[in-house]
Every structure is written in C-alpha cells, then in structure tokens.
C-alpha cells in the first residue's frame, strides 16, 4: 500500500510515518522544502508550493490514501495576519490537493484528515460525542469549521472520508507536554485559572494508531482523537508534577495574566472540552495509554 502524507515532517506526521513503515506502507509526502525531499524507496517527498498553486503531482501516482495533516501551527501568537496564515493553511492546501486530483484524473480511495477538538463548545458539564452539533463561537471553532467543510470537498471525488478531532497531544519532544512541565521541573508549576477546564489528551503513539486503524478499516465519518479519561487541568499538573517528583507550591495562574502574555491564543490553555473517545473503541480500536499516568510515565520519565 503507498499512502500521500500531508505535514509528515511535523510532530503527529513523524510518528505517522514510523507507524506506516512498521507496517510496511510506502510514504509519498509533500513538503514546501526542497532541502527536505527524500528520496529513499518508501518515503518519497514531493514539493509543493500552496501559495502559488504549485504542486508536483506525480506525488498522487501509486497512492490509495491521503492522511492530510497539514496546517500552520496554533500555538503561535494570534495576529490578524497570522489567524489568515492559520485558516489559509488548512483550507487552500485541502483545496489544491483536489483541484489536481480533478485535473489529472487521480483515484485515491480514502482521505483521513486531521481536525480538531476545538469546534466543542467550552463547557465544563458537557460530554462531547462526534455528533454534536453546536460550534464553539471562537476562532478556533470558526476555523475547525472550515477546515472540515474543506476536507468534505473530497466525498464528490469519490473519496471514502474520515476526520480526526485531535485533541491535547502529549508528546516527548514537540507539543504542549514540553512547555507544560518546564515551570514543574524549575518548581513553579501552576493550575491555569481555577483548574477545573477539562483537558482531553492523547499519547501521540495512540493518536498516529487511530489514523493508522481508520485507515486500515477503510473507515468513514468523524472521529475524536482523544484518550478515554479525560482530567481536569488541576489533575494534568499535579500528576505531572508528581511524576517529575517536584512540589506544587504556586497559587494557580489566573486568566488575566496569561492573556497578558498570549493575547486571545489563552483559550488554548482555559477552554474546557471534555471529549468521549467511544465511537473509535466501538470500531475496535485499543488505546496503549488510556490512563494520564503511565503516559506521562512513558514520555517524562528518563531511560
């Protein structure tokens, strides 16, 4: 089987990529580097250019699947210019990639693209399922909209489509993880607000296993790519902290201080989306981490 990786390069991408190899799945990816194209017989970069429209397609011969990852990242202060990057990244690239499978008369079987948990309502009594209707009214929620309607232009191409709403993913070197235990390790860890907002994470090992499972089954429809347990964000820090075996002696940080420092990206760190994973276990898929725990035991804990 040969798959086309859209973001293969970044942090969900990689682990992709070294899932698919392990399964003996050639990768075709796209890139906007061209110091960044491979070559080797089972991963193969291919360059692109969204801004100008440019891209090469002989990227789509040979391939069943698209997993499109692509998308500036959000944690990066919220200008007006960069909320247009944000959007942009996710709507034009989605909409390049099926003018050329138009154009030069590509099959491709299934797209498995990436979305987000963001498009939930903030609620700290809410328990989100896929079918919920109501779309958080902030950026985030506008733009993860967007995005899904723009991956959806793939169902008249006769594409099978499936969409991952990803949520908090921990990860040992890239992500949030990093930048939330940094001031735990120097003692100065802290709750944001009251700590009660609820944060739906995943092991990014378990996250590239529902992209690898949703493309195996050849499945459709929406999917949460989040563990079983939520906690609240209290919880996240003082397991982390507990973990790290340091104290948690600071007053929590309150809301008004880090959008000083953040301007409206904030939310990110107070918005509350507690999110079920159970349709994706319905359809036979088993977490390795489904507890915070033994995954922060997995990426904090030092060999």
């Known amino acids: ?131 919920a209707t109501q779309v958080s009214d902030t950026f985030l929620g506008d733009v993860v909209e967007q995005w899904e309607k723009a991956v959806d232009g793939f169902k008249p191409l006769g594409c099978k ?3 991952v709403r990803i949520g908090l993913v921990l990860a040992k070197d890239g992500g949030a993880l990093p930048e939330i235990v940094k001031p735990i390790k120097f003692g100065a860890g802290a709750a944001f607000g009251d700590g009660k907002q609820w944060q739906s994470w995943i092991h990014i090992q378990d996250l590239a296993g529902i992209f690898m499972h949703i493309l195996r089954y050849e499945l459709e429809g929406i999917y949460n790519g989040v563990a079983p347990n939520a906690v609240p964000n209290k919880e996240l820090t003082k397991v982390a902290a507990s973990v790290l075996q340091r104290p948690l002696i600071l007053p929590n940080i309150p809301k008004f201080a880090m959008k000083l420092v953040l301007g409206e990206m904030h939310i990110l760190l107070f918005e509350s989306q507690r999110v079920s994973s159970q349709k994706i276990e319905n359809k036979g898929f088993n977490f390795t981490y489904a507890n915070l725990r033994p995954a922060l035991e997995d990426l904090l804990i030092e060999e």
């Open 1 to 131: 089987m040969r798959v086309l990786i859209t973001g293969a390069t970044g942090l969900i991408g990689q682990e992709i990529v070294k899932q698919c190899h392990a399964q003996d799945i050639t990768v075709h990816y796209l890139t906007t580097s061209k110091s960044k194209l491979s070559k080797e017989a089972n991963y193969k970069g291919f360059y692109w250019n969204p801004n100008t429209n440019e891209i090469d397609h002989t990227c789509f011969e040979g391939v069943y699947a698209i997993i499109n990852l692509v998308g500036a990242s959000i944690s990066k202060r919220w200008t007006d210019s960069y909320k247009k990057e944000i959007l942009k990244s996710r709507t034009k690239t989605t909409q390049l990639l099926q003018d050329t499978i138009i154009k030069h008369n590509y099959k491709i079987d299934h797209v498995v693209s990436a979305s987000a948990i963001g498009i939930y309502p903030t609620s700290l009594t809410n328990y989100y399922e896929e079918n």
């Open 161 to 163: 489509v499936a969409k």
